[in-house]
């Protein structure tokens, strides 16, 4: 079984450890050319160092006044979401997915135990994320960190990884579909952050509540504590015992929670292609709505500490693009544009759904009926546009609400919406270029994704990148302007909603003059 | 709406004419030239190997595909440009049925009998028994065979004029086959027309008024199945006591083979329907003890047609 793991695995078994490793190497190479002496690490310890806001994204600091502590402390930026959603993945990858594809039947069916494929996939993860382990710890050890921390910072990577990993393999024995698996997975990983998020943000002295507090616990590059070793392989054995044990009680291509029949008859709402794309998007919607709502809201309660801190700190502010004026208001920007991010993804993953529609032959049978294209087309992006505004109100209410507990300043909610709601007509945007792509061919709209992740990256880094005005501009959310730092840039949001419009009007003509993809 | 237009098309009117349909996708040619003509009220068949152009040409009568050339009218309405007006009188069951698969069978049926505009509530519930389909399960849990039960019922359950079935029996047990052939003559009871694209021969030799014949994007044979076994040979087989020697060396007719057999000799010959009567008066006169005349299968028309494309096919694979 391990054996049928990585032929057929190999390339992501390689590939994504090998992307971590490789990540983490960059930070550690980036940090020592940043931080080249103990003056300039002290400025850091001082600064980054003591924010409650990268505190919450970055976890816990240790040891900051040295090289490999502040390395630690930035691949906590991307690696507590990252490293357990590669983990989790390849976990799901190597059962549930298998089972999807109806592989497992086949396997199982041979002189081939059915605990097997699950030690399979467990071995081949474990392996894949052992070797993550020992390529980050030579790499590390390359740009002159100690081996001993290095290794002891690698170890704990890894471990961290495969309680995730645990978490995968369990939620793929739970869940009855690969893609109920990811569903359990991610609320997992999502609800351990911003849990996390709160508690390293608010400084509480409970970091021991979930795994992701754990990482930064080993203090690697300091004095090294041994507890977060022990809870993590304690936690990964139990994890795995506990998917084995479902494995065994469960029928093959059965969740462990037997599925419930469904209604005989179709209801009155599920009558038209509105009706039938409300059904197949409100999973999603109501999921990313109550993550945004849930990361709004962390962001808030930190809204105020944060504002403090770059309020005395002008270079703090600076790095966060902006003065020390309005330290509430920067903070409620940052929080403006991470809901405008999530409300992209939930376009496009929206979008994605409209082309496996398409690619599946369903839209076929649904257009071979009373409605034709272009009302399909009109009703879907209509649809869309209200999910994304859906989004875009739970987020900034979140943050709103957060931010007005802690402040005690009611007129924060209307702050966290409005600087939220500035952001919708650039998302629509984003949301109908990848529908423009999506009309000229199915295979094209994951296409948009790219410029979702251009727009992430200039949001969260233009700064630290140094990019070049010319590169931010390709950002639509970019010309919104930061409200409520700055005003709503009242010209640029006509355009947007102008070039919307004609994109719609360009994508409905091509969509009814082009063929179907299947059908 | 529906009522004006099927007053307005009752009559000789074809339900379906395609005249030399032309789509290419990049460098493959799937229709060339392909004509089809469905009378109305008719069942007809659309037979074809696979890759012959059978979907291809189904996706261009529904206006999923925009034609190289040619032009496809339902009910006299333009398939492309019509396409919404047409949809509204046929029911449509793929070859391949995708389902969505959180929704259960009976959520689907609901869903494609709305969105076809014309369920029939009572036969819809008929439908389920006979198909003995359970709807409160998820379609993701569905064999292929259930799958197809789910869009037959949507389309069977809808007072669709026009039913155009993509191989809709490939995944059905035997029972559930004699199902669909029963549900198949009480359409066409009930005045309704049908495309019936398959690969079962029997099915089609069982339900069909008329067959096209398909071959590399061209209907190469059209017509009753009468007239398709017209323009195939009968098979004659019999029993005397002595060979038929030069008996029957007449235009149209061709021994096979010459067997001995304990009470005599067995003969097969072939016959073209214009010979068949003199060849069998020749036969009668040599006394044969036993004696069939078969007409062919639509096994053998539909081989006598693609012969020519085997035999190249293994002829390629020489050096």
């Known amino acids: 079984m391990l054996r049928i793991a990585v032929r057929t695995g190999y390339l992501g078994l390689a590939m994504w450890p090998l992307m971590m490793a490789a990540l983490v190497w960059f930070t550690a190479d980036g940090v020592k050319g940043l931080y080249p002496d103990d003056a300039s690490r002290l400025v850091y310890q001082a600064t980054v160092g003591a924010s409650p806001a990268s505190m919450a994204f970055n976890g816990r600091g240790y040891n ?214 409300w059904r197949i998007t409100r999973g999603m919607v109501y999921g990313w709505s109550a993550g945004a709502a849930a990361w709004g ?67 076929g049978l649904v257009l071979a009926s009373r409605y034709g294209r272009s009302r399909w087309w009109l009703s879907s992006m209509g649809l869309l546009a209200v999910e994304v505004l859906a989004v875009l109100f739970a987020g900034g209410l979140g943050y709103g609400l957060g931010a007005a507990l802690t402040t005690g300043r009611a007129d924060q909610i209307q702050a966290g919406l409005s600087a939220a709601l500035a952001y919708y007509p650039a998302t629509l945007l984003v949301a109908m270029i990848g529908g423009a792509l999506l009309a000229v061919s199915s295979l094209l709209v994951i296409l948009a994704w790219v410029l979702v992740l251009w727009a992430a990256i200039v949001a969260m880094l233009a700064d630290t990148l140094q990019l070049p005005g010319w590169l931010r501009n390709l950002s639509p959310l970019q010309h919104t302007g930061r409200v409520p730092v700055a005003d709503l840039n009242i010209t640029a949001v006509v355009v947007m909603c102008l070039l919307t419009v004609l994109l719609l009007a360009f994508s409905t003509v091509w969509l009814c003059r082009r063929d179907l993809a299947a059908g | 709406m529906g009522q004006s237009l099927s007053e307005w098309f009752i009559g000789d009117r074809p339900a379906i004419q395609a005249t030399g349909l032309v789509k290419r996708f990049g460098s493959v040619t799937a229709l060339d030239g392909l004509d089809l003509e469905v009378g109305h009220q008719e069942v007809h068949g659309f037979l074809g190997p696979n890759g012959a152009g059978k979907s291809t040409t189904i ?69 389920v028994g006979r198909f003995d389909l359970d709807p409160t399960k998820r379609t993701r849990t569905y064999s292929k065979g259930n799958r197809q039960k789910v869009a037959l019922i949507a389309a069977l359950a809808t007072d669709a004029e026009l039913l155009i079935l993509d191989e809709p029996t490939s995944g059905l047990d035997p029972l559930m086959e004699s199902q669909f052939q029963a549900c198949i003559r009480e359409a066409t009871a009930q005045g309704r027309t049908v495309l019936l694209s398959s690969h079962i021969l029997g099915e089609v030799e069982a339900l069909c008024d008329r067959v096209s014949i398909v071959r590399r994007g061209r209907v190469v044979r059209t017509g009753t199945l009468a007239e398709l076994r017209e323009q195939t040979l009968t098979s004659i087989s019999f029993l005397t006591r002595e060979p038929v020697g030069t008996a029957l060396a007449m235009p149209g007719v061709t021994v096979v083979s010459e067997r001995a057999a304990p009470e005599g000799i067995r003969t097969e010959a072939r016959a073209t329907a214009a010979a068949l009567v003199d060849a069998v008066a020749v036969v009668t006169r040599l006394n044969p003890s036993t004696l069939t005349v078969q007409p062919p299968s639509l096994d053998e028309v539909f081989l006598d047609l693609y012969r020519d494309d085997i035999v190249p096919a293994q002829a390629a694979v020489r050096p």
Not at chain 1, 235 to 256: E, I, K, Q, V, Y
Not at chain 1, 335 to 346: I, Q, S, T, W
Not at chain 2, 71 to 92: I, K
């Open chain 1, 64 to 277: 900051l006044d040295t090289l490999g502590g502040i390395t630690a402390y930035e691949v906590g930026f991307f690696g507590l979401l990252l490293l357990p959603i590669v983990a989790a993945h390849l976990a799901i990858r190597h059962t549930r997915a298998q089972e999807d594809a109806g592989r497992v039947d086949l396997v199982t069916a041979a002189s081939i135990g059915r605990l097997a494929p699950l030690l399979g996939a467990m071995l081949a993860a474990t392996g894949a994320l052992l070797a993550t382990g020992l390529i980050t710890a030579a790499l590390l050890v390359s740009t002159g960190l100690s081996v001993t921390g290095s290794s002891y910072y690698a170890l704990a990577l890894v471990l961290h990884m495969l309680v995730f990993a645990g978490v995968g393999l369990l939620a793929g024995q739970l869940a009855q579909t690969a893609r109920g698996g990811y569903a359990l997975t991610f609320a997992v990983i999502g609800s351990c952050y911003v849990v996390r998020a709160i508690i390293d943000g608010r400084g509480w002295p409970v970091t021991w509540l979930t795994p992701m507090g754990w990482l930064a616990e080993v203090r690697a590059f300091g004095d090294v504590q041994l507890w977060p070793y022990i809870a993590f392989a304690v936690l990964f054995l139990a994890l795995f015992a506990a998917a084995l044990t479902a494995c065994w009680m469960r029928d093959l291509d059965a969740g462990l929670v037997a599925p419930r029949p469904g209604p005989a008859d179709g209801s009155a709402r599920l009558r038209g292609p509105l009706g039938l794309l």
């Open chain 2, 59 to 127: 996706r261009a009568v529904l206006g999923q595909l925009r034609l190289d050339s040619g032009s496809v009218r339902v009910f006299g309405l333009d398939a492309w440009s019509q396409a919404v007006t047409v949809h509204r009188q046929l029911a449509y069951v793929p070859g391949d049925v995708a389902l969505w698969p959180s929704l259960t069978g009976g959520e689907c049926i609901d869903l494609l009998g709305a969105l076809q505009g014309q369920q029939d509530r009572r036969r819809r519930d008929e439908l």
């Open chain 1, 297 to 363: 809201f962390a962001l808030g309660l930190l809204s105020e500490e944060t504002g403090k801190l770059l309020g005395s700190n002008p270079g703090l502010a600076q790095a966060f693009g902006g003065s020390t004026t309005k330290p509430q208001e920067l903070m409620t920007s940052v929080a403006g544009v991470v809901v405008a991010l999530l409300a992209c993804a939930v376009a496009l993953q929206g979008l994605v759904r409209l082309a496996a529609e398409e690619s599946s032959g369903r839209l």
